[in-house]
């Protein structure tokens, strides 16, 4: 077998999106970019994967992981100079394959891919290069063929006549090279086009001029896995593609979503069965949401765990994990480290972080609790606060089993509440309050009766 190696172009500022961030960085689904042809590539059996970042994207060598060689190309002068920095990789590899992407391609994947690669080596040929069919070709390479149709060159959109403009296949980026030929034939190329840019597609004339036979293998089955992303237009067009086939995804495995349209579920979030999903729901990172669990309208769920049977409306949930029958909402957000026990009650207007809840406890209006831990069957009355940060540092706060906080307390941590012990409504609390007491933290109230009669009597007087 030939020896492989994967190259991803992902160096290219985008100037088309209009961005301070480079395009590769930009999101699609929640994913970077670059994350897409840098995942099919890890599945193709390949030998090592060269990964060509700008000035900016260096940063994302650290995430993106082992198994690669990031190569920086700095300024970005084309997709041709782009190639030419894996050069002294290959000086000693001459019979190696060179498999080439581009970032900005994110549904390549990995069968088109093997087809391309046997098709390439069957076709004897020192180069090949994947194309497809266009509805609409704009902004794509045009693929020029003769009479014999055998690959002429290929001609970026700027430098087309009007005639060629009409030329629906177009070339997606991808290729393969014997890399004896790209060692030959890219120092040959030169800058001179429209954009002033090395353009690695003109490496094809190039090798024509000796002679060399070059494989072009049309895809026209699905022109939209070629897709490349240059603008936010485009963004958006990858975006709805991704979310229609990931909504599909659970429509089929049993989730019922109420309107596709208004819902986004990103692409590692994991759905039960029975699961109903009403509109304006956002479920994003790696959330797992268990079966039968109402989510919506209006849940923005992240990175968070959803126990079966759970309720969530109009509420914000991250870095939580919700144990089954519990309700949210509405209008609460839990925050991170949140661990909230079955059938408990959150909201309306709560905030939780830091904090654990315990079994049928009930949060239920215009609370804050921060590093507590709750226990069981606690009623936490409306407008409780935790007072857990005194300006420099967190204190925790323990609220035992059974324990009843009267509304508009204020609990100033660090703090214990012992089992069943009963805390005054509109109490602030800074000294542990044994099991099973009663504690008041207020002034005793004052009643003057008669009071107001004898004010207006003195102001009569007064006038
Ligand atoms: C390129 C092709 C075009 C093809 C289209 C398919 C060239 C000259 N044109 O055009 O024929 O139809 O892709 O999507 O190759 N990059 C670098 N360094 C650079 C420039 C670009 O690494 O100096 C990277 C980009 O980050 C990107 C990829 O190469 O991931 C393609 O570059 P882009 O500018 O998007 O090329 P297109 O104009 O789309
Ligand atoms: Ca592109």
Redesign the pocket.
């Known amino acids: 077998m030939t020896k492989l190696i994967g190259v991803i172009?992902?160096?290219?500022w985008?100037k088309r999106m209009k961005s301070k961030t480079p395009?590769?960085l930009h999101t699609l689904m929640g994913k970077p970019l670059i994350e897409f042809p840098l995942g099919t590539l890890k599945q193709l059996n390949i030998d090592s994967i060269f990964v060509?970042l700008g000035s900016l994207t260096e940063p994302l060598k650290e995430r993106l992981g082992e198994r690669c060689t990031y190569i920086i190309?700095d300024p970005?002068?084309?997709?041709g100079?782009?190639l030419k920095k894996i050069l002294p990789y290959l000086k000693n590899n001459q019979e190696t394959d060179v498999l080439v992407v581009?970032?900005?391609?994110p549904f390549i994947n990995t069968r088109l891919l093997e087809e391309f690669g046997y098709s390439h080596q069957n076709s004897g040929c020192q180069a090949s290069i994947l194309t497809t069919i266009m509805e609409n070709p704009y902004?794509?390479?045009r693929i020029i063929r003769d009479e014999n149709s055998s690959l002429v060159r290929?001609i970026?959109e700027s430098d087309l006549t009007s005639s060629q403009r009409n030329i629906q296949e177009?070339?997606?980026?991808v290729y393969i090279f014997q890399a004896s030929a790209l060692l030959k034939y890219l120092p040959q190329l030169e800058n001179q086009n429209q954009q002033g840019?090395y353009?690695?597609?003109d490496i094809f004339e190039k090798m024509k001029l000796d002679n060399l036979g070059i494989f072009v293998f049309c895809q026209e089955k699905n022109p939209e896995m070629l897709m490349?992303i240059?603008s936010r237009k485009d963004l958006v067009k990858a975006n709805r593609l991704l979310k229609e086939k990931i909504i599909e995804g659970f429509l089929e495995s049993g989730v019922t979503i109420i309107d596709p349209e208004s819902t986004y579920i990103e692409e590692n979030v994991s759905i039960e069965q029975d699961v109903i999903i009403y509109p304006f729901s956002f479920l994003m990172g790696n959330t797992v949401i268990k079966s039968d669990a109402i989510i919506g309208p209006g849940a923005l769920i992240k990175n968070s765990v959803i126990g079966n049977g759970c309720k969530i409306y109009y509420s914000e949930i991250e870095e939580a994990t919700l144990e089954q029958g519990v309700k949210v909402g509405p209008f609460s957000h839990l925050r991170s480290g949140t661990y909230v026990k079955r059938g408990a009650k959150i909201g309306n207007y709560a905030e939780l972080k830091n904090s654990v809840i315990g079994e049928n406890t009930k949060v239920s209006h215009v609370s804050y609790l921060g590093d507590s831990t709750v226990g069981e069957g606690v009623n936490i009355g409306a407008g409780t606060i935790v007072c857990n940060y005194d300006g420099e540092k967190k204190h925790p706060t323990v609220i035992e089993d059974e324990v009843f906080v009267g509304s508009n307390s204020t609990l100033i941590a660090p703090l214990r509440i012992g089992k069943g012990a009963y805390i005054a409504g509109g109490s602030v609390i800074n000294i542990d309050v044994p099991p099973e007491a009663l504690a008041l933290g207020r002034e005793r109230q004052v009643i003057k009766e008669g009071w107001v009669k004898k004010r207006k009597e003195r102001r009569k007087n007064r006038g």
Request: glycine content about 20%; aromatic content about 6%.
């Open positions: 172009m992902a160096a290219g985008g395009k590769v060509i190309q970005p002068l084309g997709t100079d782009a581009p970032g900005d391609a902004g794509y390479g290929i970026e177009v070339n997606a980026s840019e353009y690695l597609t490349g240059n």
